[in-house]
């Protein structure tokens, strides 16, 4: 058992070790295509997990299975809420009230934000006297209170994504599971939505969002599951899918700008000196040099090995070679750009070793 922190000032205890969705070898065929070809994962309680693919990988498809909308052609899924232990979802009758769904871009028929949102509150049980308090509460969180009454036919794209994101958690369940939550919204409700996300992580939750959108997923994602042609290629931390890469990035913001006289003696001079510890074998299409200057950055971008010693190595070297200078003002390794090359290379390794799994394997 752990504790939690949940919003400010309370704790949620949660047992993160418990399993509470399980997919046991599961496969969805449409004709020859198998969708998703026998993929077991592991949620436990309380984690984030994003699921990560190309368009037509099987994200979906999976979530719709997760849903009860689709029946998978073998495999099961395994769901434990609060009140049970692992239940084979095959086997319920029921929809289970513990989870909430946002499942494709919601087509939403003649009805207010505040009828809709009731509808869906009472369909899932949720207690009569607190619905249009948790209405209110919502829609406050999600900029929308002035168009409680208005229909939601006439809403905008990203406002009616955040109605289908609010409809997915109204009943306040412990499991969420979005499809591409991200979807049609403008950068900032972009933010809110991953704020909203880690408030509900804190509060316990068990989150799992499908997305290709690479940035979001790697802000709020405890661990990442990479599909492609319904194939689970990785499941892990970013940081250890990253140990699988051949090379790795760092990037080394300076205070001042170099001049365009000084930049090519110094990539020299520092491309020598970090050698050890640089990318011998670094794929051209990464790019051509193993130290690059990016002005409108004002730093470098290196790509090394992607040992630790040779980052502190690497740290070493540069802070001494800016010291008078253009003093070195931050060190990072990318998450995101470091999750694009994860991505791309499982998913050309994949492609390369066959697309043979298209086509159910034939
Ligand atoms: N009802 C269906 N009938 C036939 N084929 C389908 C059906 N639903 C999905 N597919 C196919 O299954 C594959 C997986 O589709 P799915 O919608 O799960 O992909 P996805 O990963 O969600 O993609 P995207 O990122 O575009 O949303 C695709 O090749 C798709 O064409
Ligand atoms: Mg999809």
Redesign the pocket.
Known sequence: MILQPSGKSKKVEIDNSETVIKLENLTKK?GN?T?VNSINLEVHRGETIGLV??????????IKMIAKILRPNSGRILIRTNSSDLQDLGKISRTLSQMGFLIDIPAFYNMTAYQLLRYFANLQNYPKDKIDQRIDELLERFKLSEWKFEQVKNFSKGMTQKIGIIQAIIHDPEIIILD?PQTGLDPLARVEIRKYIRELQSQGKTIFV?S?MLYEISEVCDKIALINYGSIIGFDTVENLALKLKTSELDCELLKTINDSELSPLIDRLTEKLKPYLDKNLDPMISKIPVKYYPEQQGFKFFYDGRHESKGEILKILIKEFESDFTVISFTQPKTSQLERIYAEMVKDNDSKGKSKLNGGL
């Open positions: 449409f295509l969708a693919g190309p368009n037509g990988a099987g994200k979906t498809t999976t591409e499908a290709h």
